[in-house]
Structure formats: structure tokens, C-alpha cells
């Protein structure tokens, strides 16, 4: 049925007078009786009663008023909520983040956004960066906080959050502990845990390369996915580390942090959209980061 017909209908049934009800629709009485009949003919019942003098409901058209009141307004519901959707107002966001993101101020700049935009909510869900791009580009999730090295995608948008060097974690017990920083070859012998390189490839290129650029390659001994995971394995004694300055303020016990004299490799995070993506929700968080 047609929605400016029905429309017709429940100013007509409001009003009880063609005239009147023509007026406040800014239109002439021929359309509006016509649009009547229309309705009538496919419903196959008359819903106004019409003489010289007056216009009434019919039975069927008082049971049929309060409907066509209700489809109105949920439609008109429908139309405010699709375009606050797409004003950017309301909505949901899916955005994934690494683990180690916690640690550069995603769950405070998600905190800033929902008291920004309480209409938005938003859900964060842990992935590894390389199963984030997948999910950012079949459109999985609205976007992600990863880490990143090399060629950007070009199907993508980034925005840089941090570039950071790498520190070398050792338990406290190590020998070389109390340093304030370490020529990393003097760890040439020690047993490394690093990141998979099916879970994040960019961590581990990026602690090969800080091990080649110390002249040696490490014997690598335990593969992790998750940074804190490392960490724990270094504070048990299990070997040493390399990971993003960030985690010297994870606050666990038993692991010390030194710099790495002469490094230069860092390492990289973004939030990665991509770059067809028109959600104005999305578009709304990215200015957020930008801030």
C-alpha cells in the first residue's frame, strides 16, 4: 500500500472533513479524494461514511485507523534512526585492537568517544594484527589497532597512534639486569621468546631485524602470540624478549626493562579502516583519535 495514501488516510480520519484535512496536507481535495478511493478500492471496503453534511469512520475504517497510525510512526521511527545512523548519532562499532593496544590508550580514547557519543556503542575485540587486516577488508570489523611494518594496503586508511623503540625485557635475576641499557650482541647466547610468525608477522620481522642489526641471529626458543605472554615467560626464568616500549608500564613483577644501544628499528601501531567504509560512526571515533 502506498505510504503518502495512508498517510491521507489518518489526517482524513483525524480531521472528519475533506476540506480541512486537504489544507493541512498542502494539497487540493481532488488528490486526497482520490488517494481514498484508491485505498478502498484495494482493500475492497469503504472506510468513510460521506453524505452533504458529514464525513465518518465506517466501522472498518475505526479498526483501520490505530494501524495506520502505528506503520506511520514506526516508519517515521525507522527514517530518524537511519538518519542519525548515517549523521554518525547512533549505531554500533565493531573495532578489533591487539592486545599490547590496552597499553597506548585505546580503552581511554573508546571511553572519550561513548562520552562523546552515547548513541555509538562500541565493542573491541582482540585479534592479532594479521587476522585484523583480513577482518578490516571483508568488512568483519569497522576498523582495528594493529601493529605494521612495511608496504601500506593500499585498500586501506591508517591513522599513526604510536612509534616506538624496543626494549629488551630480562628477568630480574639476569645478569645484566641492573643496566640501564645493553649492546643487545651481549644476548647473542640467550634463549629469545618471540611473537609466532603466523600470529603477528610484523613482531617478529621486527625482532630479527633488531637482532640482525646487532650482528647475530637469535636462538629462539619460544613462540608466544601475545606480548603479555612473553613477559611472564621472562619473569619464570624462561629466556629473554624484545618487545615495544609500551610494556614498561604493564606493571608485573619480576622483569626488568633495558634499552637497546644504537636501535633504530621501531615499532609501528595504526588504526586501519578501510578506505570505501562511509559509516559516519567510524568516521566520527577516527576524529576522536585525531584529537
Known amino acids: 500500500m502506498d505510504i503518502r495514501r495512508l498517510r491521507y488516510f489518518v489526517v482524513l480520519a483525524e480531521e472528519l472533513h475533506f476540506g480541512r484535512a486537504a489544507e493541512r496536507l498542502s494539497i487540493s481535495q481532488p488528490p486526497l ?33 490505530p494501524q495506520a497510525l502505528r506503520v506511520l510512526s514506526q516508519l517515521d521511527f525507522a527514517c530518524a534512526a537511519a538518519r542519525e545512523v548515517g549523521a554518525g548519532n547512533r549505531g554500533h562499532l565493531l573495532i578489533s585492537f591487539v592486545g599490547a593496544m590496552s597499553l597506548r590508550g585505546v ?15 562500541v565493542s573491541l575485540r582482540e585479534m592479532s594484527s ?7 577488508l571483508d568488512g568483519d570489523v569497522a576498523g582495528g589497532f594493529l601493529h605494521y611494518s612495511g608496504p601500506l594496503h593500499p585498500d ?34 640467550e634463549n629469545f621468546i618471540i611473537y609466532a610468525r603466523e600470529a603477528s608477522p610484523f613482531s617478529y620481522d621486527n625482532v630479527i631485524g633488531v637482532c640482525a642489526a ?24 624462561a629466556g629473554v ?51
Open 156 to 189: 586501506l586508511q591508517y591513522l599513526e597512534i604510536s612509534e616506538e623503540a624496543f626494549v629488551c625485557c630480562l628477568p630480574t635475576k639476569h645478569r645484566l639486569a641492573d643496566k640501564r641499557e645493553i649492546d643487545l650482541a651481549e644476548l647473542s647466547a
Open 214 to 237: 646487532a650482528g647475530f641471529s637469535p636462538i629462539i626458543r619460544h613462540y608466544v602470540t601475545r606480548g603479555v605472554t612473553a613477559l611472564l615467560l621472562v619473569a619464570r626464568g
Open 33 to 65: 479524494t482520490s488517494a481514498i478511493k484508491m485505498i478502498e478500492d484495494e482493500l475492497g471496503i469503504p472506510l468513510f461514511a460521506r453524505n452533504s453534511r458529514r464525513v465518518s469512520l465506517t466501522p472498518a475504517g475505526a479498526a483501520f485507523y
Open 130 to 136: 594479521f587476522e585484523q587486516l583480513k577482518a578490516i
Open 241 to 291: 624478549a624484545l618487545v615495544p616500549d609500551a610494556f614498561v608500564n604493564i606493571g608485573l613483577t619480576g622483569i626488568s626493562f633495558l634499552g637497546i644501544k644504537g636501535s633504530s628499528i621501531r615499532s609501528m601501531s595504526y588504526f586501519a579502516w578501510r578506505r570505501e567504509n562511509i559509516n559516519a560512526g567510524l568516521h566520527e571515533f577516527v576524529r576522536t583519535l585525531q584529537k
Open 107 to 121: 580503552p581511554e580514547a573508546v571511553a572519550e568517544f561513548s562520552a562523546s557519543h552515547p548513541e555509538i556503542a
